[in-house]
């Protein structure tokens, strides 16, 4: 498999798939590299290499105790960036993913960037403050932690069905989705889990993303119940107020799986332009 050592001797997974211009895709908690298969496969047929990691903890990488922090994410991220010499790479970043991009350009600059696409991300900030009143409550970061010290196999059954919106009216979502959703969910350690929530929930990215210098995609659903539009995305377009935003109309959290189709063509849109 293809491994990289890095700083601390943790081994990071990553798939590094066809050949072109690069794109690198940056999973959300508490998934792996193998939510972006979808992306991957249609990038990769349309001319372009594509990579993406498993984020230390989850996925097939190793499982260290500590270092569940955006700065040793983002440091994580250089590290592969740098040893795979890529440049004028485009980076693509799905819930805390896009933080971990956004901490990596406010960390190392956007010398090898061409353009950052964030999907459902957690930026500019997802919990609620007394300077960001728009945000998630900390008692719902706390219900997530309890969950998942209480029982996370039962607990991540329930984040399947949120992370679709499989109980909203309308919603279209395999069986088979949901079991797949649970089973990558399930390879990371639980320490990683429980401490990433955290660091996914009081990360505030505003000064990063004043680094950004580069073309950038906004996607959202509308219907997001895990990181809600009016927390993230509304916030972030009125920060970049370059950005392009585009809002998926009734979408769930899990949008890249319901809408895929959707969500490829914009993608490949915005990577020829």
């Not at 933080?99 to 696409?117: F, M, N, S």
């Amino acid at each position: 498999m293809p491994i990289l050592t890095v700083r601390d001797d943790t081994r990071l997974y990553y798939k590094d798939w066809g050949s072109g211009p690069a794109v690198f895709f940056s999973h959300g908690w508490p998934l792996s590299s193998d939510m972006w298969e979808n992306q991957m496969m249609f990038l990769a047929s349309h001319g372009y290499r594509v990579i993406a990691h498993d984020r230390r903890g989850f996925g097939r990488s190793d499982q260290p105790w500590h270092g569940y922090d955006h700065d040793t994410f983002a440091d994580d991220l250089d590290e592969l960036i740098r040893t795979l010499d890529l440049t004028e790479v485009t980076l693509v970043g799905y819930a805390m993913g896009g933080g971990e991009i956004a901490r990596y350009i406010g960390r190392h600059g956007t010398d090898r960037v061409a353009r950052v696409v964030l999907i459902g991300a957690t930026t500019p900030k997802l919990a609620q403050s007394d300077d960001y009143p728009c945000g998630v409550p900390e008692p719902v970061f706390e219900g997530v932690r309890a969950g998942l010290r209480a029982d996370r196999a039962e607990f991540m059954r329930g984040f399947a069905r949120l992370f679709f919106g499989a109980d909203r009216d309308g919603t279209t979502v395999s069986e088979g989705s949901m079991i797949q959703l649970h089973q990558i969910a399930m390879q990371g350690s639980l320490k990683a889990a429980h401490d990433a929530i955290t660091a996914c929930a009081a990360t505030d990215y505003r000064g990063d993303i004043k680094r950004f210098n580069v073309p950038v995609l906004i996607i959202h659903g509308e219907d997001d119940a895990f990181v809600p539009f009016k927390a993230t995305a509304e916030q972030a377009i009125q920060l970049i107020p370059e950005a392009e935003l585009k809002v998926y109309e009734r979408a769930p959290h899990g949008l890249l799986f319901t809408q895929k189709d959707r969500l490829n063509q914009d993608l490949l849109g915005f990577l020829r332009r």
